[in-house]
């Protein structure tokens, strides 16, 4: 058994959370990206785009994160696509929190009165400009409070990867664990590290959603 004090463990946790940190910004900001495209998709006038990233967001909010972390990790190899932890991680988080931004996002648009694109085809707009001068700039304030609530759900489901080989916040706690035969006090210090990361998350998405709503009055 390998002796570790308090502060090895916290100062080893600590530097895991840069990875579960630039994992987090990784997948939102990509999967941010990702989600604005599908959500002109989503809402445009032609069926079938509607149709088909309906199935694509179902897809991914309908199966277990870790069954496509293990597809994305496990499976590709079998097609000759060799993948690492992070990349396998990046690409799983990025298409998970894609489908759930869109669906987020798609319902802020249908939020803004179905009036607001005839005001702006009465002003000859195409339906790009529509969406792009007209309803989203007044669905975004409706958009902001829960996307960043969003975000602590993407900071948790980092968590997830460590299954897969990735040395995140808790693997390093797993792998601690393993040498020192400690798990209650690194255990919670992984949660406290975890509470830490999101609470101010939380916080500032209850803060957004106060001030969005007395400005909507």
Avoid: H
Avoid at 70 to 95: D, K, M, Q, R
Avoid at 170 to 195: E, Q, S
């Amino acid at each position: 058994m390998i002796e570790f004090t308090l502060w090895d463990i916290a100062r080893n946790l600590l530097l895991a959370c840069r990875w579960t940190v630039l994992l987090s910004l990784i997948a939102f900001v990509c999967g941010g990206g990702v989600g604005l495209a599908l959500l002109a998709l989503r809402v445009a006038p032609a069926g079938w785009l509607r149709r088909a990233i309906a199935l694509y967001v179902e897809l991914f909010q309908g199966t277990p994160l870790l069954m496509q972390l293990f597809l994305a990790f496990f499976g590709l190899p079998l097609v000759g696509i060799e993948v690492s932890p992070l990349t396998a991680a990046t690409v799983t988080l990025t298409l998970y929190t894609s489908a759930y931004l869109v669906d987020i996002w798609r319902g802020c648009v249908e939020a803004v009165p179905r009036g607001q694109w005839g005001a702006a085809a009465s002003l000859g707009m195409t339906w790009t400009q529509q969406l792009r001068y007209v309803v989203w700039p007044q669905a975004w304030k409706i958009a902001v409070p829960p996307t960043v609530g969003f975000l602590v759900q993407v900071v948790k489901s980092t968590a997830l990867t460590s299954i897969i080989g990735f040395t995140e916040l808790t693997k390093t706690g797993t792998m601690i664990t393993n040498a020192a035969f400690r798990p209650f006090p690194i255990y919670g210090m992984v949660a406290l590290l975890y509470f830490a990361m999101c609470f101010p998350l939380t916080w500032y998405a209850r803060v957004l959603e106060r001030k969005f709503r007395v400005r909507g009055r």
